[in-house]
């Protein structure tokens, strides 16, 4: 194999990878070539200036045009695939006149949606990539009930979620969103959505003794796993491309598991449902379409449409992070999971799968290959996260339950919590004190005052141990007061 | 109406446009200081070697094992100094220090071929430490009496008398966080040396004056050696006005010792570990108010934390105290001030200038004391606005011009928010939902327009017109978004009488237009407002004359509009094309440099009496929360604001202006959660929130749902450009009604009549525990953040079941 012949289509343009090193941004690797517009905010995939779009494999279409976090982003990720910047959304005007803008361009350029205007580029590509989104139709706004999320236009804020701006006030930027009609037939980008996305390049990429390796089959990823124990394995790199930004982490083998066919299954069976370990959270959100209503909490909540647009569960499960979003709501889910090594599979259920802060009984040479969920679901479910603000945060706490009420008695109850413990865990004792009860106010009470004693919440930047403690118990009191009265609880 | 505000025929001012580099902004085509540095060769990237604790003296520093680093070039150390070792103009800010003074101090730099190698030869850097006790924090430093700086008294009135006089006296304290700038483009400079080994710097900063004077002393060079120009900043916000010259300078020393361009960015971690904040501060007070709840007198006393340096703090603390009046008329006040000297980085100016501190101490005050005095918020309010016609001054001796502005955006915000409506909708709502509450708060602003140091209230411009007829304006501001070019090119069409097309800005740069007052205290279109006009005024005075001739009339008869001359009462017309070749081919000077200072301006730092401003911004603002009692999070559901700006010069951006400086303050007062670690341990002095990871700014799930914003319409100015006011800072403060309406309810979550105390920033959790207080029927925290309020009022949260 070619060891440095990695290349990928920028703005319409071929352009080889090299000479940047295997750990290199996408964001510096554009902005080394000139295309200074994607800006580094904060480098850590939480400020959005960096957005650009790639051609992904579609959900409604054959190709989809997805923002994401060029900042974490390794270019070499990016073999044989197109990415557009917003140097590339606007039509070059003839020599000596200003390009022609690009309809998102065009709304935020009129209605002051810029004012320093470094963040703008990025907030244009995540803009775009929601106006390109197949299945954005407009609706008729409903009398009297407004939707402060959503545009007249289909247009859902969430796609803006992981960007910051430090000047509008975002109202102008909203108006924008919410005035961008559908593309025309004749866009160029809207017709690229009916070709074939770009397959997966088979990569080795290497300079200077480091490798960026993606592997053409999960048996060959396997072998190279068992070969390399030190290699670090990425699906969308929104963990590991803070470490290589933030704390100067280098691999000398990074191995991309992503494309992986064998991890991009998503199946509902008779008795489970199974998600491809590495299926981008925006694409189970999209495929599974309110099929688990839990899940269907969790995503909106869960970092931004950037990071949602890149992470897996995979991922989200193999960084084992004790303030992961994920594993609250699949430990409630009883959700096991599947690792497949080099001999063969075993199934784990997600509550024997951690065994201490950011550790498992995954073996370096295993991947997680799928996450099973038993049908059928119980039927009460909701997800809590406590944070300090609504959109793109980290939990000072989360909650995820899952009951089964029937004739006014908890038949089953399953809790799982992140941000108490070093590891996401089940609320045992919680459960117990509701199982076989009638779901009364003494019962939450007494459940709220169990759950308030699980686990061992600290103090941080994030949350006082008190305050994490004491949500624990108001999560379960919500829940009642959820289940008990049509009034809008605030969620 | 003052020759200053008049408006011509069909004037420029006034019109709606977006910012002039809209479409280089959504095109990625508007250039930062960092974009250059990829459309420069051969240039050296500077790297910060920081020493992560938070107080050492220095004994060792070994270079050596940096240069074995493969592309390391150089170690810039204090031996490099040819001028004066100084980041500051109080040589109290060491550019190399012998002290770390604070954890992630940068004693020294490392140059290399790329970043990575400088960021490795960084690492390699030996530092050998004395390890110091440090103070880390407000109540630290205040017990330890570490203080800085000058001591600050105003003072007004009789305030024993006053207290003699109030029927309830009421006494507290609250201490409150700093705020990080954030602005999206970190600190960068980018420096190159000319054939003569002059410096050239870009840098992102609002002060390219000072950045070029810094330079010069630490380069032992006159100042005609060093230019620095600043392209446009990714945001400013006060953060940029006095932190980027030492950083300027290291590129500049770089530069100078190697040669080559120099290429110096922090990272956001660095720029969050290493660059001043907004203060926080902690305030003891004591109020009286007679017994129909007018305030008799104020006993206060303001403390700011500096951090290490001195940077802005005095004038940050000057104008903090000048604001503790707000809109309300105090009649007796004392109020001291102090600056704490803690092992934090040094704080700076950030959007208001210790304006929004003093302000948020008053408020404070108010809104904890409505209930003790038994009137509704709003009522008190009211009653203690300073009233037009009434000879009321402030506490520093300033007479409160326009005081009927205040009444009239007041009731303006209560009228088109249908304030009455919706708070018997609320009670209602509130009734009928034991665990969500609505509030609606309304407060008002009144800040002080112009420097407070007299001097700094002027400002240039130099203005070239073309043969071809077009016109090229320099001025002394700076672009951080705030849209000052564009207002400056609508001034300049406006007195040229010429279409916005014609007029092109250039780059801010420091040969062009000498001894610039910052971009700062909302005063850029005001100042270089007025530096334009005056020298547009010049060029069209000159141009008269020619039309004049051409078309037979007196030059006091010609009008140019809309790019064309006439003559009062003739149809005869000429271009401004043909005019300018005209003038050009006549010998007439068609360039000029313009200047404006501001009149009638007077302050004593001293005795703390004066008039330091030159007219009064005022604002209303009215917001709706709602709070989930279960957990203390909330949303913003509806904010109205009639908002003061004169005749606005540019409506679109001073609309935006006043959106996004609610929400910037709606973040400092909610979200924006600044912690430092305060224990023992090895971590001491560390920044715990030095990454957008963990350092939360607004999003769009904090933007209003509903968000109403409306200019005062009639509103001229007489003493500013165009009639005109400032608008940066001021609207920053409508955010206070956004707390105020978290602190109500919180307190509908209780027994009615509960005074109710809210840290700041006002969290989920802060918000949480005052919930907790307010049903026990108690006051919460004693205003501090978190930890403070904290351990008493958390101590026996656990008992309640909170629903």
Same mark, same amino acid.
């Given at each position: 194999?070619? /060891?440095?012949?990695?290349?990928?289509?920028?703005?319409?343009?071929?352009?080889?990878?090299?000479?940047?090193?295997?750990?290199?941004?996408?964001?510096?690797?554009?902005?080394?070539?000139?295309?200074?517009?994607?800006?580094?905010?904060?480098?850590?995939?939480?400020?959005?200036?960096?957005?650009?779009?790639?051609?992904?494999?579609?959900?409604?279409?054959?190709?989809?045009?997805?923002?994401?976090?060029?900042?974490?982003?390794?270019?070499?990720?990016?073999?044989?695939?197109?990415?557009?910047?917003?140097?590339?959304?606007?039509?070059?005007?003839?020599?000596?006149?200003?390009?022609?803008?690009?309809?998102?361009?065009?709304?935020?350029?009129?209605?002051?949606?810029?004012?320093?205007?470094?963040?703008?580029?990025?907030?244009?590509?995540?803009?775009?990539?929601?106006?390109?989104?197949?299945?954005?139709?407009?609706?008729?706004?409903?009398?009297?009930?407004?939707?402060?999320?959503?545009?007249?236009?289909?247009?859902?804020?969430?796609?803006?979620?992981?960007?910051?701006?430090?000047?509008?006030?975002?109202?102008?930027?909203?108006?924008?969103?919410?005035?961008?009609?559908?593309?025309?037939?004749?866009?160029?980008?809207?017709?690229?959505?009916?070709?074939?996305?770009?397959?997966?390049?088979?990569?080795?990429?290497?300079?200077?003794?480091?490798?960026?390796?993606?592997?053409?089959?999960?048996?060959?990823?396997?072998?190279?796993?068992?070969?390399?124990?030190?290699?670090?394995?990425?699906?969308?790199?929104?963990?590991?491309?803070?470490?290589?930004?933030?704390?100067?982490?280098?691999?000398?083998?990074?191995?991309?598991?992503?494309?992986?066919?064998?991890?991009?299954?998503?199946?509902?069976?008779?008795?489970?449902?199974?998600?491809?370990?590495?299926?981008?959270?925006?694409?189970?959100?999209?495929?599974?379409?309110?099929?688990?209503?839990?899940?269907?909490?969790?995503?909106?909540?869960?970092?931004?449409?950037?990071?949602?647009?890149?992470?897996?569960?995979?991922?989200?499960?193999?960084?084992?992070?004790?303030?992961?979003?994920?594993?609250?709501?699949?430990?409630?889910?009883?959700?096991?999971?599947?690792?497949?090594?080099?001999?063969?599979?075993?199934?784990?259920?997600?509550?024997?799968?951690?065994?201490?802060?950011?550790?498992?009984?995954?073996?370096?040479?295993?991947?997680?290959?799928?996450?099973?969920?038993?049908?059928?679901?119980?039927?009460?479910?909701?997800?809590? /996260?406590?944070?300090?603000?609504?959109?793109?945060?980290?939990?000072?706490?989360?909650?995820?339950?899952?009951?089964?009420?029937?004739?006014?008695?908890?038949? /089953?109850?399953?809790?799982?919590?992140?941000?108490?413990?070093?590891?996401?865990?089940?609320?045992?004792?919680?459960?117990?004190?509701?199982?076989?009860?009638?779901?009364?106010?003494?019962?939450?009470?007494?459940?709220?005052?169990?759950?308030?004693?699980?686990?061992?919440?600290?103090?941080?930047?994030?949350?006082?141990?008190?305050?994490?403690?004491?949500?624990?118990?108001?999560?379960?009191? /919500?829940?009642?007061?959820?289940?008990?009265?049509?009034?809008?609880?605030?969620? | 109406?003052?020759?200053?505000?008049?408006?011509?025929?069909?004037?420029?001012?006034?019109?709606?446009?977006?910012?002039?580099?809209?479409?280089?902004?959504?095109?990625?085509?508007?250039?930062?200081?960092?974009?250059?540095?990829?459309?420069?060769?051969?240039?050296?990237?500077?790297?910060?070697?920081?020493? %992560?604790?938070?107080?050492?003296?220095?004994?060792?520093?070994?270079?050596?094992?940096?240069?074995?680093?493969?592309?390391?070039?150089?170690?810039?150390?204090?031996?490099?100094?040819?001028?004066?070792?100084?980041?500051?103009?109080?040589?109290?800010?060491?550019?190399?220090?012998?002290?770390? %003074?604070?954890?992630?101090?940068?004693?020294?730099?490392?140059?290399?071929?790329?970043?990575?190698?400088?960021?490795?030869?960084?690492?390699?850097?030996?530092?050998?430490?004395?390890?110091?006790?440090?103070?880390?924090?407000?109540?630290?430093?205040?017990?330890?009496?570490?203080?800085?700086?000058?001591?600050?008294?105003?003072?007004?009135?009789?305030?024993?008398?006053?207290?003699?006089?109030?029927?309830?006296?009421?006494?507290?304290?609250?201490?409150?966080?700093?705020?990080?700038?954030?602005?999206?483009?970190?600190?960068?400079?980018?420096?190159?040396?000319?054939?003569?080994?002059?410096?050239?710097?870009?840098?992102?900063?609002?002060?390219?004056?000072?950045?070029?004077?810094? =330079?010069?002393?630490?380069?032992?060079?006159?100042?005609?050696?060093?230019?620095?120009?600043?392209?446009?900043?990714?945001?400013?916000?006060?953060?940029?006005?006095?932190?980027?010259?030492?950083?300027?300078?290291?590129?500049?020393?770089?530069?100078?010792?190697?040669?080559?361009?120099?290429?110096?960015?922090?990272?956001?971690?660095?720029?969050?570990? %290493?660059?001043?904040?907004?203060?926080?501060?902690?305030?003891?007070?004591?109020?009286?108010?007679?017994?129909?709840?007018?305030?008799?007198?104020?006993?206060?006393?303001?403390?700011?934390?500096?951090?290490?340096?001195?940077?802005?703090?005095?004038?940050?603390?000057?104008?903090?105290?000048?604001?503790?009046?707000?809109?309300?008329?105090?009649?007796?006040?004392?109020?001291?001030?102090?600056?704490?000297?803690?092992?934090?980085?040094?704080?700076?100016?950030?959007?208001?200038?210790?304006?929004?501190?003093?302000?948020?101490?008053?408020?404070?005050?108010?809104?904890?004391?409505?209930?003790?005095?038994?009137?509704?918020?709003?009522?008190?309010?009211?009653?203690?606005?300073?009233?037009?016609?009434?000879?009321?001054?402030?506490?520093?001796?300033?007479?409160?011009?326009?005081?009927?502005?205040?009444?009239?955006?007041?009731?303006?915000?209560?009228?088109?928010?249908?304030?009455?409506?919706?708070?018997?909708?609320?009670?209602?709502?509130?009734?009928?939902?034991?665990?969500?509450?609505?509030?609606?708060?309304?407060?008002?602003?009144?800040?002080?327009?112009?420097?407070?140091?007299?001097?700094?209230?002027?400002?240039?411009?130099?203005?070239?017109?073309?043969?071809?007829?077009? =016109?090229?304006?320099?001025?002394?501001?700076?672009?951080?978004?705030?849209?000052?070019?564009?207002?400056?090119?609508?001034?300049?069409?406006?007195?040229?009488?010429?279409?916005?097309?014609?007029?092109?800005?250039?780059?801010?740069?420091?040969?062009?237009?000498?001894?610039?007052?910052?971009?700062?205290?909302?005063?850029?279109?005001?100042?270089?407002?007025?530096?334009?006009?005056?020298?547009?005024?010049?060029?069209?005075?000159?141009?008269?004359?020619?039309?004049?001739?051409?078309?037979?009339?007196?030059?006091?008869?010609?009008?140019?509009?809309?790019?064309?001359?006439?003559?009062?009462?003739?149809?005869?017309?000429?271009?401004?094309?043909?005019?300018?070749?005209?003038?050009?081919?006549?010998?007439?000077?068609?360039?000029?440099?313009?200047?404006?200072?501001?009149?009638?301006?007077?302050?004593?730092?001293?005795?703390?009496?004066?008039?330091?401003?030159?007219?009064?911004?005022?604002?209303?603002?009215?917001?709706?929360?709602?709070?989930?009692?279960?957990?203390?999070?909330?949303?913003?559901?509806?904010?109205?604001?009639?908002?003061?700006?004169?005749?606005?010069?540019?409506?679109?951006?001073?609309?935006?202006?006043?959106?996004?400086?609610?929400?910037?303050?709606?973040?400092?007062?909610?979200?924006?959660?600044?912690?430092?670690?305060?224990?023992?341990?090895?971590?001491?002095?560390?920044?715990?929130?030095?990454?957008?990871?963990?350092?939360?700014?607004?999003?769009?799930?904090?933007?209003?749902?509903?968000?109403?914003?409306?200019?005062?319409?009639?509103?001229?100015?007489?003493?500013?450009?165009?009639?005109?006011?400032?608008?940066?800072?001021?609207?920053? %403060?409508?955010?206070?009604?956004?707390?105020?309406?978290?602190?109500?309810?919180?307190?509908?979550?209780?027994?009615?009549?509960?005074?109710?105390?809210?840290?700041?920033?006002?969290?989920?959790?802060? =918000?949480?525990?005052?919930?907790?207080?307010?049903?026990?029927?108690?006051?919460?925290?004693?205003?501090?953040?978190?930890?403070?309020?904290?351990?008493?009022?958390?101590?026996?949260?656990?008992?309640?079941?909170?629903?």
């Amino acid at each position: 194999m070619a /060891k440095t012949t990695a290349r990928i289509t920028v703005n319409g343009e071929d352009t080889p990878i090299a000479p940047a090193a295997p750990h290199t941004t996408t964001l510096d690797f554009l902005r080394e070539r000139g295309l200074t517009g994607t800006k580094e905010g904060c480098a850590e995939g939480e400020c959005g200036a960096c957005s650009v779009l790639v051609a992904r494999p579609g959900v409604n279409k054959p190709t989809d045009w997805v923002a994401v976090n060029a900042c974490l982003v390794p270019v070499a990720a990016l073999d044989g695939q197109e990415i557009v910047t917003s140097e590339g959304l606007a039509a070059r005007g003839a020599p000596g006149t200003p390009p022609a803008l690009h309809p998102v361009q065009q709304e935020m350029a009129v209605r002051g949606g810029s004012q320093c205007g470094y963040c703008t580029p990025g907030f244009i590509c995540s803009m775009a990539a929601e106006y390109y989104r197949p299945d954005r139709c407009a609706h008729p706004e409903q009398d009297g009930a407004t939707d402060p999320e959503h545009g007249p236009n289909g247009f859902d804020l969430h796609a803006l979620s992981g960007n910051l701006c430090r000047c509008t006030g975002y109202r102008p930027i909203r108006d924008a969103a919410f005035a961008v009609g559908q593309p025309d037939e004749d866009d160029p980008l809207a017709r690229r959505r009916e070709q074939a996305p770009p397959e997966p390049a088979v990569t080795d990429y290497s300079l200077d003794g480091s490798s960026f390796v993606r592997p053409a089959s999960l048996a060959e990823t396997l072998r190279l796993l068992r070969e390399r124990p030190d290699a670090v394995v990425v699906a969308g790199s929104t963990d590991w491309g803070v470490e290589v930004n933030l704390r100067g982490r280098r691999a000398d083998c990074t191995v991309a598991v992503d494309r992986l066919p064998e991890l991009r299954e998503l199946r509902v069976a008779d008795d489970h449902i199974e998600i491809g370990a590495a299926l981008t959270l925006t694409e189970i959100e999209r495929r599974l379409d309110g099929t688990v209503p839990l899940l269907d909490e969790l995503f909106p909540q869960f970092a931004s449409r950037l990071i949602r647009n890149s992470a897996t569960l995979g991922g989200n499960l193999g960084t084992g992070s004790p303030i992961g979003d994920s594993p609250p709501v699949l430990l409630a889910l009883e959700a096991s999971v599947v690792l497949a090594g080099a001999d063969g599979e075993r199934v784990v259920p997600l509550a024997e799968y951690f065994t201490g802060y950011r550790q498992s009984v995954r073996r370096p040479d295993e991947l997680i290959r799928s996450v099973r969920i038993p049908l059928p679901l119980s039927p009460v479910t909701a997800f809590h /996260k406590i944070a300090k603000r609504r959109f793109d945060d980290i939990s000072s706490v989360a909650v995820a339950f899952a009951l089964g009420i029937e004739d006014g008695v908890v038949r /089953k109850a399953r809790i799982g919590l992140g941000g108490v413990a070093a590891t996401p865990i089940r609320a045992l004792d919680t459960e117990a004190a509701l199982e076989g009860r009638p779901w009364t106010p003494e019962t939450a009470e007494a459940a709220a005052r169990v759950l308030r004693g699980e686990g061992t919440p600290m103090d941080d930047h994030r949350a006082s141990s008190l305050y994490r403690s004491a949500m624990l118990g108001q999560s379960l009191l /919500k829940l009642y007061a959820q289940t008990q009265t049509t009034e809008a609880v605030s969620s | 109406m003052s020759h200053l505000s008049e408006r011509p025929e069909k004037p420029v001012v006034g019109v709606p446009l977006p910012h002039e580099s809209a479409v280089q902004h959504v095109t990625g085509a508007a250039l930062y200081t960092d974009d250059l540095v990829y459309r420069t060769k051969d240039v050296l990237h500077a790297y910060p070697v920081q020493v %992560m604790t938070a107080h050492a003296r220095i004994t060792a520093l070994r270079t050596e094992p940096a240069l074995k680093v493969p592309g390391v070039v150089r170690v810039l150390t204090k031996d490099d100094v040819p001028g004066v070792n100084d980041a500051g103009m109080k040589h109290d800010e060491p550019l190399f220090p012998d002290e770390v %003074m604070f954890h992630g101090h940068a004693v020294a730099w490392v140059l290399g071929e790329t970043l990575e190698a400088a960021r490795l030869g960084a690492a390699a850097v030996e530092v050998e430490l004395e390890e110091l006790p440090s103070l880390v924090t407000l109540e630290e430093a205040m017990a330890a009496g570490s203080y800085h700086g000058a001591r600050p008294v105003m003072e007004t009135g009789d305030i024993d008398a006053g207290f003699a006089d109030s029927a309830h006296v009421f006494t507290g304290e609250f201490q409150f966080s700093g705020q990080e700038h954030f602005y999206l483009e970190t600190h960068a400079s980018l420096a190159q040396i000319d054939e003569n080994g002059q410096v050239f710097i870009q840098s992102s900063t609002q002060h390219p004056s000072e950045t070029q004077e810094i =330079v010069a002393h630490v380069l032992g060079v006159p100042s005609h050696e060093v230019t620095v120009q600043c392209l446009r900043m990714g945001g400013g916000f006060g953060g940029k006005e006095m932190q980027p010259h030492g950083f300027a300078a290291i590129a500049a020393l770089g530069a100078k010792l190697t040669g080559r361009p120099v290429r110096f960015r922090l990272n956001r971690t660095q720029d969050l570990t %290493m660059s001043g904040k907004r203060h926080g501060f902690h305030a003891r007070w004591r109020i009286g108010f007679d017994a129909e709840g007018r305030i008799q007198a104020l006993d206060a006393t303001l403390v700011a934390d500096g951090g290490w340096s001195l940077d802005l703090s005095e004038p940050v603390l000057a104008r903090a105290l000048c604001h503790i009046d707000n809109t309300y008329w105090i009649p007796n006040a004392r109020v001291a001030g102090l600056i704490a000297k803690t092992n934090t980085v040094s704080n700076t100016a950030f959007r208001g200038f210790g304006g929004p501190q003093g302000m948020l101490v008053i408020e404070d005050i108010l809104g904890r004391c409505a209930p003790r005095l038994g009137l509704d918020p709003t009522e008190l309010r009211e009653r203690n606005f300073y009233r037009p016609g009434q000879g009321q001054t402030t506490p520093y001796g300033q007479p409160v011009t326009q005081a009927e502005r205040l009444t009239t955006v007041w009731q303006q915000v209560k009228e088109s928010g249908s304030i009455a409506d919706r708070k018997r909708e609320i009670a209602a709502f509130n009734a009928a939902h034991p665990h969500t509450k609505r509030a609606l708060a309304l407060t008002g602003v009144k800040f002080g327009i112009s420097f407070n140091l007299t001097a700094f209230n002027q400002g240039g411009a130099l203005v070239l017109i073309y043969k071809d007829g077009s =016109v090229l304006i320099n001025h002394g501001g700076t672009e951080m978004g705030q849209g000052l070019h564009t207002k400056m090119i609508q001034v300049a069409a406006t007195t040229l009488g010429i279409p916005v097309h014609k007029v092109r800005l250039a780059p801010t740069r420091t040969d062009k237009v000498p001894n610039t007052s910052a971009t700062a205290a909302s005063s850029g279109a005001d100042l270089n407002g007025g530096a334009v006009k005056n020298a547009c005024e010049q060029l069209r005075d000159r141009l008269l004359q020619v039309a004049a001739t051409q078309l037979g009339a007196n030059p006091s008869d010609v009008r140019i509009v809309d790019g064309v001359a006439r003559a009062l009462g003739s149809d005869k017309e000429l271009a401004w094309d043909d005019l300018v070749h005209t003038a050009y081919f006549q010998r007439v000077q068609l360039s000029a440099a313009g200047f404006y200072r501001t009149e009638g301006l007077h302050w004593d730092a001293r005795s703390f009496r004066g008039s330091p401003f030159k007219y009064f911004a005022y604002g209303a603002a009215a917001t709706e929360v709602e709070v989930d009692g279960f957990t203390g999070a909330y949303r913003i559901r509806r904010v109205d604001i009639v908002h003061d700006v004169g005749d606005s010069l540019s409506p679109m951006i001073d609309i935006g202006q006043v959106e996004g400086g609610f929400v910037q303050g709606a973040g400092w007062l909610t979200l924006e959660d600044l912690r430092w670690d305060t224990g023992d341990g090895p971590n001491r002095g560390r920044l715990l929130t030095q990454a957008a990871s963990t350092y939360k700014l607004p999003s769009f799930s904090e933007m209003p749902e509903e968000f109403h914003v409306t200019l005062l319409e009639n509103a001229t100015e007489e003493g500013a450009v165009y009639g005109s006011k400032a608008v940066g800072e001021p609207p920053l %403060m409508l955010a206070f009604s956004v707390r105020e309406a978290l602190r109500q309810a919180a307190a509908a979550f209780g027994p009615a009549g509960v005074s109710v105390e809210l840290a700041s920033p006002a969290t989920p959790e802060a =918000v949480y525990w005052a919930i907790q207080a307010a049903r026990r029927g108690t006051a919460g925290g004693n205003g501090h953040a978190a930890e403070g309020a904290g351990g008493r009022v958390r101590a026996d949260a656990e008992a309640l079941s909170g629903a």
